[in-house]
């Protein structure tokens, strides 16, 4: 049987190419609003169902579900960072947590709509007769993507919009002197992430097949944060290696696991290897913030610092 993502119940969604487009709506409002938020796992989510909702029971073709689940998904987004008005921070914080708890009840108790923990199979896509099955056609399809949502981020950035994020991000009473209304711009990046969260999840359901509640959960949220962290916020290539890092580990832990889990030792013992991979999350994300919290992109940084003065520096 041919070895893809669909045979193994290990891979969960920040494993797919697909975290890499959504990482990038997440740097935006964490690493360049300075807006943190819990609940991203839960918008992957709503994305993930916007697609399939509007493929099973509108017929709405492939390449317009992935952007109107976007859509969709940035609205809804924007409903749970309206208190960002108000709050930061800590606050803030709770506030979108409380948005992840809120979202994962209705997915699992609207039946009606999500089919509950039944879970939606989704049709093949399909662009213009040319039918996208096998993981070779979905890494194209969302290698392109991706490409196109980095190129729109880095735009952003450079606009109007992307320094009045930074200018929030780094003081927001004096962004607001300068005239920059706050909550505008802070529920504009909250549209931009969540929309970029639908985006990837509508990419990921489509390329599961069958979709259920069950992997969006607040663990995904801390997951997808952990790629911010470790990447390095408000850096464009952090988003590239904060992915490439969360995923690598991914694999590297589920290898382990399965490793350790056979070792008559550790069996004799008792010790229960199951939860090896959040400890190592949490080892990761501690030591990233108390030697490099700039990331793997300051590292990066320095490494190339280096080569490029080597072998004569000052």
């Known amino acids: 049987m041919k070895t893809t993502a669909r045979n193994y119940p290990f891979l969960r969604p920040g494993l797919d190419g697909s975290a890499w487009v959504f990482f990038w709506g997440l740097n935006i409002l964490i690493g360049y609003t300075g807006q943190i938020s819990l609940g991203h796992g839960a918008f992957f989510g709503v994305g993930a169902y916007a697609g399939a909702i509007l493929a099973t029971r509108l017929g709405v073709p492939f390449y317009l579900s992935i952007p109107a689940a976007g859509m969709i998904t940035a609205m809804i987004g924007m409903i749970f960072g309206i208190p960002s008005g108000r709050l930061k921070g ?9 948005g992840q708890f809120i979202i994962e009840y209705v997915l ?3 039946e009606s709509l999500t089919k509950g923990t039944m879970g939606i199979t989704l049709p093949g896509p399909s ?7 096998g993981d070779k056609s979905f890494f194209f399809l969302i290698f392109t993507c991706l490409i196109l949502m980095t190129w729109f981020a880095v735009n952003i950035m ?17 962004a607001e002197g300068m005239g920059i209304p706050i ?5 504009l990046s909250f549209a931009i992430s969540s929309f970029y969260a639908g985006f990837a999840g509508a990419l990921w359901a489509y390329y599961m097949v069958s979709i259920t509640t069950e992997p969006f959960n607040l663990g995904l949220s801390v997951e997808f944060i952990a790629m911010v962290i470790i990447g390095g916020m408000g850096n464009i290539p952090g988003a590239i290696f904060g ?16 490793v350790l889990m056979n070792v008559s030792v550790i069996n004799s013992m008792g010790l229960n290897m199951a939860p090896l991979r959040e ?30 003065l080597w072998p004569f520096s000052y």
């Open 90 to 98: 800590l606050y803030l914080t709770i506030a979108t947590l409380a």
């Open 108 to 110: 699992i108790q609207w």
């Open 127 to 133: 662009i213009l007769g040319w039918n996208i099955a």
């Open 158 to 174: 450079r606009s109007k919009y992307g320094r009045a994020f930074i200018a929030i991000r780094d003081n927001d009473r004096a």
């Open 183 to 187: 909550f505008k711009y802070k529920l």
């Open 243 to 258: 992915a490439t890092f969360i995923t690598v580990l991914n694999e590297a832990l589920r290898y382990a696991t399965g």
């Open 279 to 308: 400890f190592v999350f949490g080892l990761a994300i501690v030591l990233f913030i108390l030697l490099e919290p700039k990331g793997i992109a300051e590292l990066w940084r320095i490494l190339r610092s280096y080569f490029r």
